[in-house]
């Protein structure tokens, strides 16, 4: 209880002290991007605890089940969460910054009762497509009843997140801090003890309660926040469509996203089997979300920058290669040394019986050189409300990435579902740029492609030497680079930026 309290309370710190310095150029860029970073980093990390003992009490094939079930929870939530996540802020925040109480509290009851119709919407969606979802996804056994218990994850996690739209709009940074930190460590407390005596049986009960302590946890701080006031009445579901409306491709785009990642789990259960989905799940887990701690502070500090300048076209494109530079530079080194560790990490992290996917996961790290490149540009469709060609782009990218996958899981097995996230994000980084470079007018610059030319060089050579060494010279070799590509990334950043300084001064543990 005192760790947990004292890394609220540094979690807290880090926040109010993000919240005192506004400056736009390097440093800001700089400083939310590596401690939203860090933050999230310590969530991935008890996170990456709860999965070691999943894979250690249920092995591939649970850890498969699970990917599966929870693939299927994000499809029913993301059809039918009406986008309130997307829709809801900027008007929140908009009444929140310019001091307009009632109106906020007028519209914080709006989202509220928004997310309850979603939450009975997602509740039944989520019955009704049960047997569906059953028979696409399994030829053996009826888990028609399993998928039916999701619904109430779905609707306790509808219920959260109109909450979280409430405290995030209104720059409570420091309570959903502590929210994101408590409900990683409830998961852990939950789920583990499920595993444990249920095997199997114990998944769909974990995700249940978790979501439902998620919400619980949610709902006590925001109604600290902001009491619950019961005086709905039909001007706000009026009021709420132009919110939906805001969100609609949002909700569209991320409703699509979560059934690739259904489809593709099923498609590796049906042609493969649960140990597949498990090992293409472990891969994609540890190397996606890795990448999360860097990707983490768009979100919350670059998307709002960004959409106040939207229309400035010197503006827009300043901001954007700043992101992009800085957010390289940052995630190049913590590549090579994940490219370099997979092989101790995958077994430490699950089990031996991982193993044969280090090679997905290796070539599965490239394609984080060009998400790196893409996240900051992607986000000029949203900030400019082109919602349809946020659409367009988002639903491209899933098309190569289903087929790819389909493809190299055929000619490969595993290792070719790694190549083939290589090919969907690389495709998808010339889509977006050709796209932003016509309709935009977005221009990088020769620094980007500097750093760009630099860093890839490293990291592909590392994947190389992956596959040419082993023993002691493999890890000299990958050390070597490491270091290069760390010296490199600090050397630039010490050149734009003083933060380092800052920081040292500034957080003492």
Do not use: E, H, Y
């Given at each position: 209880m005192v760790i947990r309290n004292k890394m609220c309370n540094f979690a807290f710190r880090i926040l109010k002290y993000m919240e005192e310095r506004t400056d736009n150029g390097y440093s800001h860029v700089l400083k939310y991007t590596s401690l939203f970073g860090g933050v999230q980093g310590f969530i991935i990390l008890i996170g990456l605890?709860?999965?070691w003992a999943m894979a250690?009490?249920?092995?591939?094939?649970?850890?498969?089940?699970?990917?599966?079930?929870?693939?299927?929870?994000n499809f029913a939530s993301q059809c039918t969460n009406f986008g309130i996540s997307f829709g809801a802020v900027p008007r929140l925040s908009e009444f929140h910054e310019q001091q307009e109480t009632q109106k906020l509290l007028y519209y914080i009851q709006v989202t509220r009762l928004w997310s309850l119709i979603a939450a009975?919407?997602?509740?039944?969606?989520?019955?009704?497509?049960?047997?569906?979802?059953n028979g696409l996804s399994f030829t053996w056994g009826n888990h028609t009843y399993h998928y039916a218990m999701l619904a109430i994850a779905v609707a306790t996690s509808a219920i959260a997140g109109g909450e979280v739209v409430v405290l995030k709009a209104t720059r409570r940074l420091g309570a959903l801090a502590k929210i994101q930190i408590y409900n990683v460590l409830i998961s852990v407390v939950v789920s583990i003890p499920l595993y444990y005596f249920f095997y199997h049986s114990g998944v769909v009960p974990a995700i249940v309660l978790i979501a439902a302590t998620n919400m619980l946890l949610t709902i006590a701080y925001s109604y600290r926040c902001y009491p619950l006031r019961l005086d709905f009445n039909r001007s706000m579901l009026r009021d709420g469509a132009d919110m939906i409306r805001l969100g609609l491709a949002y909700v569209l785009a991320a409703a699509i996203g979560s059934a690739t990642e259904m489809l593709i789990r099923s498609y590796l259960n049906v042609e493969g089997n649960l140990d597949d989905v498990g090992l293409y799940s472990a891969g994609f887990m540890i190397t996606i979300t890795y990448a999360g701690m860097v990707f983490s502070a768009m979100e919350t500090d670059y998307f709002p920058r960004l959409s106040a300048v939207a229309h400035d076209i010197q503006a827009t494109n300043e901001t954007v290669n700043k992101q992009t530079e800085v957010s390289l530079l940052m995630l190049a080194p913590m590549l090579v040394g994940l490219l370099t560790f997979l092989p101790i990490l995958i077994p430490m992290l699950f089990k031996s019986e991982f193993l044969p996917v280090v090679p997905m996961a290796q070539v599965a790290v490239l394609a984080m050189y060009f998400k790196v490149l893409t996240m900051p540009v992607a986000y000029i469709t949203l900030a400019r409300h082109r919602s349809l060609a946020f659409l367009f782009l988002e639903s491209s990218y899933f098309v190569v990435l289903i087929v790819a996958i389909m493809l190299g899981y055929q000619w490969w097995g595993i290792f070719g579902t790694g190549i083939a996230i290589v090919v969907a994000h690389v495709v998808e980084c010339m889509l977006t740029m050709v796209y932003a470079y016509r309709y935009y007018d977005y221009r990088s610059t020769w620094a980007i492609a500097r750093y760009t030319g630099v860093q890839m060089a490293i990291g592909f050579t590392a994947y190389a030497v992956s596959l040419l060494f082993e023993g002691r010279l493999y890890w000299t070799i990958e050390a070597a680079l490491t270091i290069v590509s760390t010296a490199y990334s600090i050397s630039v950043l010490r050149q734009k930026t003083h933060l380092w300084e800052r920081l040292k001064q500034r957080i003492r543990i």
């Open positions: 605890v709860r999965n250690r009490l249920l092995g591939a094939g649970g850890l498969g089940l699970n990917s599966l079930l929870t693939s299927m929870q009975a919407l997602g509740f039944l969606f989520c019955v009704a497509i049960s047997p569906l979802i």
